[in-house]
Protein backbone atom coordinates (compact mmCIF):
# COMPACT_ATOMS: atom_id res chain seq x y z
CA UNK A 1 0.00 0.00 0.00
CA UNK A 2 1.51 3.76 -0.90
CA UNK A 3 0.71 6.97 -1.03
CA UNK A 4 1.38 8.36 -4.63
CA UNK A 5 3.79 11.62 -4.96
CA UNK A 6 3.19 14.32 -7.04
CA UNK A 7 5.76 14.69 -10.19
CA UNK A 8 7.86 17.34 -9.67
CA UNK A 9 9.38 19.02 -6.88
CA UNK A 10 7.92 22.61 -8.06
CA UNK A 11 4.68 22.97 -10.13
CA UNK A 12 1.66 24.05 -11.21
CA UNK A 13 -1.73 22.48 -11.33
CA UNK A 14 -2.77 23.70 -15.19
CA UNK A 15 -5.75 21.34 -16.24
CA UNK A 16 -8.08 19.12 -14.18
CA UNK A 17 -9.37 15.76 -15.27
CA UNK A 18 -12.93 15.77 -17.22
CA UNK A 19 -12.24 19.80 -17.03
CA UNK A 20 -15.37 21.45 -18.34
CA UNK A 21 -13.09 24.25 -19.71
CA UNK A 22 -11.14 21.55 -21.70
CA UNK A 23 -14.08 19.63 -22.99
CA UNK A 24 -15.61 23.27 -23.97
CA UNK A 25 -12.16 24.79 -25.72
CA UNK A 26 -11.18 21.07 -27.30
CA UNK A 27 -14.54 19.35 -27.91
CA UNK A 28 -13.47 16.03 -26.13
CA UNK A 29 -13.11 15.54 -22.16
CA UNK A 30 -9.30 15.32 -20.68
CA UNK A 31 -8.62 11.96 -19.09
CA UNK A 32 -5.69 13.27 -16.79
CA UNK A 33 -4.52 16.08 -14.96
CA UNK A 34 -1.98 18.80 -16.59
CA UNK A 35 0.98 19.50 -14.90
CA UNK A 36 3.89 22.06 -15.17
CA UNK A 37 7.01 23.58 -13.43
CA UNK A 38 5.16 26.58 -14.27
CA UNK A 39 5.48 25.77 -17.89
CA UNK A 40 9.01 25.52 -17.81
CA UNK A 41 9.92 28.91 -17.23
CA UNK A 42 10.30 29.48 -13.70
CA UNK A 43 13.98 27.79 -13.86
CA UNK A 44 12.58 25.15 -11.90
CA UNK A 45 13.78 21.71 -11.86
CA UNK A 46 12.00 19.89 -15.05
CA UNK A 47 13.08 16.58 -13.71
CA UNK A 48 9.53 13.78 -13.35
CA UNK A 49 10.06 12.17 -10.15
CA UNK A 50 8.52 8.51 -9.65
CA UNK A 51 5.54 9.12 -7.53
CA UNK A 52 5.71 5.52 -6.01
CA UNK A 53 7.28 2.48 -6.20
CA UNK A 54 6.66 0.70 -8.97
CA UNK A 55 7.12 -0.83 -12.47
CA UNK A 56 7.65 0.90 -16.01
CA UNK A 57 5.63 -1.07 -18.35
CA UNK A 58 6.14 0.64 -21.19
CA UNK A 59 9.26 3.12 -22.64
CA UNK A 60 9.72 5.24 -25.56
CA UNK A 61 9.08 7.79 -27.95
CA UNK A 62 5.41 8.48 -29.74
CA UNK A 63 5.76 10.20 -33.02
CA UNK A 64 3.40 12.67 -31.93
CA UNK A 65 3.61 13.20 -28.12
CA UNK A 66 7.19 12.42 -27.82
CA UNK A 67 8.32 10.81 -24.44
CA UNK A 68 6.17 8.01 -23.49
CA UNK A 69 5.99 6.03 -19.78
CA UNK A 70 3.48 3.44 -18.54
CA UNK A 71 4.26 3.19 -15.23
CA UNK A 72 2.66 -0.02 -12.78
CA UNK A 73 1.90 1.32 -9.33
CA UNK A 74 0.43 -1.32 -7.51
CA UNK A 75 -2.10 -0.32 -4.27
CA UNK A 76 -2.22 3.07 -4.85
CA UNK A 77 -4.24 5.33 -1.94
CA UNK A 78 -7.35 7.32 -2.83
CA UNK A 79 -7.78 10.00 -0.82
CA UNK A 80 -11.34 10.66 -1.67
CA UNK A 81 -12.75 7.04 -1.53
CA UNK A 82 -10.34 6.05 1.07
CA UNK A 83 -9.67 3.11 -0.98
CA UNK A 84 -6.55 1.22 -2.56
CA UNK A 85 -5.98 0.82 -6.05
CA UNK A 86 -4.03 -0.74 -8.86
CA UNK A 87 -3.35 1.94 -11.71
CA UNK A 88 -0.94 2.37 -14.68
CA UNK A 89 0.11 6.08 -14.82
CA UNK A 90 0.91 7.06 -18.34
CA UNK A 91 2.78 9.96 -19.16
CA UNK A 92 2.97 11.97 -22.03
CA UNK A 93 4.79 14.71 -23.91
CA UNK A 94 8.41 13.97 -22.26
CA UNK A 95 11.09 15.43 -23.74
CA UNK A 96 13.62 12.95 -22.59
CA UNK A 97 12.73 9.50 -20.50
CA UNK A 98 15.42 8.01 -18.17
CA UNK A 99 13.95 4.96 -17.37
CA UNK A 100 13.54 1.48 -19.51
CA UNK A 101 10.88 -0.90 -19.84
CA UNK A 102 11.03 -3.31 -16.86
CA UNK A 103 12.56 -0.90 -14.60
CA UNK A 104 11.40 -1.07 -11.19
CA UNK A 105 11.43 2.70 -9.89
CA UNK A 106 10.94 3.90 -6.25
CA UNK A 107 9.39 6.95 -5.17
CA UNK A 108 11.63 10.40 -6.25
CA UNK A 109 13.80 8.08 -8.54
CA UNK A 110 13.93 10.19 -11.94
CA UNK A 111 11.57 9.21 -14.65
CA UNK A 112 12.26 11.48 -17.51
CA UNK A 113 12.36 15.50 -18.19
CA UNK A 114 9.35 17.56 -19.10
CA UNK A 115 8.53 18.69 -22.58
CA UNK A 116 6.24 20.11 -25.14
CA UNK A 117 6.20 17.64 -27.52
CA UNK A 118 3.22 17.34 -29.69
CA UNK A 119 1.56 20.38 -27.53
CA UNK A 120 1.48 24.07 -27.20
CA UNK A 121 3.80 24.40 -23.75
CA UNK A 122 6.13 22.62 -21.41
CA UNK A 123 3.38 20.65 -19.07
CA UNK A 124 2.81 16.68 -18.13
CA UNK A 125 -0.21 15.12 -18.97
CA UNK A 126 -0.48 12.63 -16.51
CA UNK A 127 -3.06 9.72 -16.18
CA UNK A 128 -3.92 7.21 -13.95
CA UNK A 129 -5.90 3.86 -15.49
CA UNK A 130 -6.96 1.27 -13.10
CA UNK A 131 -6.85 -0.87 -16.31
CA UNK A 132 -3.27 -2.42 -16.14
CA UNK A 133 -3.57 -4.70 -18.72
CA UNK A 134 -3.41 -2.79 -21.65
CA UNK A 135 -1.10 0.19 -20.55
CA UNK A 136 -0.52 1.87 -23.39
CA UNK A 137 -4.14 2.34 -24.61
CA UNK A 138 -5.61 5.89 -23.67
CA UNK A 139 -9.06 7.34 -23.99
CA UNK A 140 -6.95 10.67 -24.57
CA UNK A 141 -5.07 9.74 -27.82
CA UNK A 142 -5.75 9.02 -31.57
CA UNK A 143 -3.92 6.15 -32.60
CA UNK A 144 -0.11 6.54 -32.68
CA UNK A 145 3.30 5.03 -32.72
CA UNK A 146 3.29 4.34 -29.31
CA UNK A 147 -0.14 5.05 -27.78
CA UNK A 148 -3.20 3.07 -28.79
CA UNK A 149 -7.19 4.72 -28.68
CA UNK A 150 -8.49 3.14 -25.36
CA UNK A 151 -11.93 3.08 -23.55
CA UNK A 152 -12.04 5.09 -20.36
CA UNK A 153 -11.19 3.14 -16.99
CA UNK A 154 -9.53 6.26 -15.90
CA UNK A 155 -9.89 7.72 -12.25
CA UNK A 156 -8.72 11.31 -11.59
CA UNK A 157 -5.20 11.59 -10.82
CA UNK A 158 -5.59 14.51 -8.20
CA UNK A 159 -7.62 11.95 -6.05
CA UNK A 160 -4.39 9.58 -6.14
CA UNK A 161 -1.97 12.31 -5.77
CA UNK A 162 -0.14 13.75 -2.16
CA UNK A 163 2.19 16.51 -2.03
CA UNK A 164 5.13 15.14 0.03
CA UNK A 165 7.97 16.38 1.58
CA UNK A 166 9.83 19.30 -0.07
CA UNK A 167 7.46 19.40 -2.50
CA UNK A 168 4.95 22.38 -3.60
CA UNK A 169 2.05 23.50 -5.21
CA UNK A 170 2.14 26.84 -6.41
CA UNK A 171 -1.36 28.66 -6.62
CA UNK A 172 -2.45 28.71 -10.12
CA UNK A 173 -2.10 31.56 -12.39
CA UNK A 174 -2.07 30.15 -15.92
CA UNK A 175 -6.16 29.42 -15.95
CA UNK A 176 -7.56 28.50 -13.26
CA UNK A 177 -11.00 27.73 -14.71
CA UNK A 178 -9.57 25.14 -16.05
CA UNK A 179 -9.22 23.16 -12.82
CA UNK A 180 -11.65 21.34 -10.45
CA UNK A 181 -11.68 22.00 -6.67
CA UNK A 182 -9.85 18.66 -5.97
CA UNK A 183 -6.65 20.22 -8.03
CA UNK A 184 -6.56 22.76 -5.23
CA UNK A 185 -6.90 20.18 -2.79
CA UNK A 186 -4.12 17.67 -2.88
CA UNK A 187 -3.53 16.58 0.48
CA UNK A 188 -0.11 17.04 2.43
CA UNK A 189 1.71 13.76 3.58
CA UNK A 190 4.67 12.64 5.10
CA UNK A 191 7.43 11.19 3.13
CA UNK A 192 8.35 7.71 3.31
CA UNK A 193 11.03 7.59 5.61
CA UNK A 194 13.59 6.49 2.70
CA UNK A 195 11.75 9.09 0.26
CA UNK A 196 14.10 12.25 1.23
CA UNK A 197 17.42 10.21 0.31
CA UNK A 198 16.00 8.87 -2.98
CA UNK A 199 15.00 12.23 -4.03
CA UNK A 200 18.75 13.95 -3.23
CA UNK A 201 20.24 11.66 -5.30
CA UNK A 202 17.57 11.69 -8.20
CA UNK A 203 18.55 15.63 -7.73
CA UNK A 204 22.14 14.92 -8.22
CA UNK A 205 21.27 12.94 -11.54
CA UNK A 206 19.99 15.48 -12.96
CA UNK A 207 23.19 16.83 -14.64
CA UNK A 208 24.17 13.62 -16.31
CA UNK A 209 19.79 13.90 -17.62
CA UNK A 210 20.93 17.48 -19.61
CA UNK A 211 24.05 16.06 -21.08
CA UNK A 212 21.47 13.10 -22.54
CA UNK A 213 19.58 16.06 -23.74
CA UNK A 214 22.39 17.73 -25.03
CA UNK A 215 23.34 14.93 -27.28
CA UNK A 216 19.45 14.11 -28.56
ZN1 LIG B 1 -3.54 16.78 -20.63
Redesign the pocket.
Known amino acids: MQKLLMPFVKQMM??GYKSAE?KKHWGYP?????ISTIQGQGGEDPTVYASGNGIVLLAGWDEKLGGALCVFYPEAYNHETGKYTDVVARY??LASVAVKTGSAVRPGEVLGIEGKEG?GDY?L???FDTDIKYPAYSP?VAESSFWKKGTDSTVNPSYLLHIGEDQEIVPPTYNPAWLNAEDMAIPIIKAEPDYRSLYLTAKQKLDKIAEILKEG
Open positions: LCYHYGVDMHTHHLEQ
